[in-house]
């Protein structure tokens, strides 16, 4: 189901609280959830490692009331990258005293959820951070 219902200059933001709750993608996009997804460095990430995680364990290190907060322009790009058959890694990270926390990627993780039924995707993450991610026990695959 799409809808071109929510603006697409990326002023507004909504708190859909859930996944249930998240928007249709823009009816100018076609996704096939059969076709798997290239995904792609973001610019300034070579160094960095690339780990599977499971995304609803990533999005939860996120404060609960910002998990769904989304931008309707943020999600009609993603939807976009998606229907093209790609999407930039989701960057996972650590604070001190080791608990990961997701740096950049809530949308395309939450799409990926809604849109393509995905459990887990590949991470990019600094190479100081790999052994706290990897050992972090919501994210045992």
Known sequence: MCTNAFPNDGSE???FQSLGNLPPYSCEFDLDIDNPISFRRPPGTDDFQVIELPLRSA?????????YSLNPARWNKVARDLSEGWCYHPWMSAVPGGRPTLQDGRHRIVSMMKL???????????????????AWPAFQL
């Open 13 to 15: 933001w909504y708190d």
């Open 59 to 67: 999005l939860e290190t996120m404060e609960e009331g910002d998990q």
């Open 116 to 134: 393509l039924g995905m459990a887990s995707a590949p991470f990019i993450v600094e190479p100081e951070h790999v052994a706290a991610v990897k």
